[in-house]
Each structure stands twice: as C-alpha cells, then as structure tokens.
C-alpha cells in the first residue's frame, strides 16, 4: 500500500517544486519516490491553470464516489450471498448463524460485515473460532460426507443424504443387537424392549389394552 502524505507536506513541497528546486534534490531529502513528486506538480499546474486536467477538488470528489461506489456493491454481494445461505428462513437458530457467518468469511467477506448481517456477536464467532472441533464432531462430519458420496455415486441407489447427527444416530442402532440374538461384548442373550406406551401405562396404574 503506497505511503499517504498530509496535505500540508504535500503543500511545503509543491511551492518548493514551483520555486524551481529540482525532483531530483527534493527526492533524495525526503524520501519521496520522484514519479509521486513529478504528479503532485503536475496536479499543483493544473490546480493553478496553467495546464489543462481535472483539478484536485474534482479528483477527490470523483475518488469519494469511486469509494461509496465500491462499498456499495460490496454491500450488495454480502447481502445476496447471505440471502442464499439463509435459504429463505425466518427464524435462524444461533449455532445456524454461525454457520452461515463462516460460509460468508469463506467467500471473501470481512468478519465484521458477516457478523453484522447475520445478528452474530464477533466475540461469539472467534470464540468458537479458536475452540478445537471435538473428535466426534469430526467422526459425524466423516461418515455425513461418505453417506452422501455413496448416495451420489449411486444415483440414489444406496445411502441418502443426511444430517450429521442423523448418520451417527443410525449407525448407532444399527450397531445395536436386536431381540433374540447373542450380546458378544456382554456375553448374554438380548431381550425385547417393552413397548414405551405400556411401560408408561404401568406406572400409572393402568393395564395396557
């Protein structure tokens, strides 16, 4: 990023450039590269009319519009990327929010801006940025993707798209031994599980029909 000069240098030396000082000179005293020093009297000529351009005012009247111009489309590419992770929700759950903060920062937007658009706390967002993702986390995330990779290359055929917690929920039943067969890791036979109603109905007094 060039280096920004206070108006009233740039001043001090552009009356000495018009006083006849060389560039050359001013360059090796100060520091200023020669081609900034060579635009800044060229710009002081036009300013005073002595060649044809546009002069300062205008140019920074034209820099200020470019500026609102660019923080304007900016604006209006973080509010569609948003609106398409939103999907359409009213109601957005926090840990959503979070969620769709980090897809906004994955396609090139500020930190601050998701967090504005979205209702996040940046406080919230590093907080968890900076938490390590747990190994079961990971372990769901793993077997999501290899469900959904399956589905895919299938065309439908096996697997389905699910959740995370979906994936891991049914792995977990079906790792479960069912009624009649031979618990190995406890050595026992495994016995039905009373329907939830009747056990329910018991404990109020109430013979299950």
Known sequence: MPRQYSSSVRRQIVVRLRSGES?????????ICQATLFRWKRQALIDAGV?????????????????????LEAELALTRDACELFDEQAVVPPKRRRAIAEGLIARGHSARSACRITGLARSLLQYHRRRPVPDRKVRRLIVADTITEIHQRSRGTYGRTASPGRASRRLRDERQPQAGQVDHVRARPVRAA????????????????
């Open 23 to 31: 560039v050359a000179t001013i360059a090796v005293e100060t520091g």
């Open 194 to 209: 009373a329907p939830r109603a009747a056990k329910t109905q018991s404990h109020r007094g109430r013979h299950p029909r």
């Open 51 to 71: 060649i044809e351009g546009i002069p300062s005012v205008e140019a920074d009247e034209v820099a200020a519009a470019h500026k609102r111009i660019a923080a």
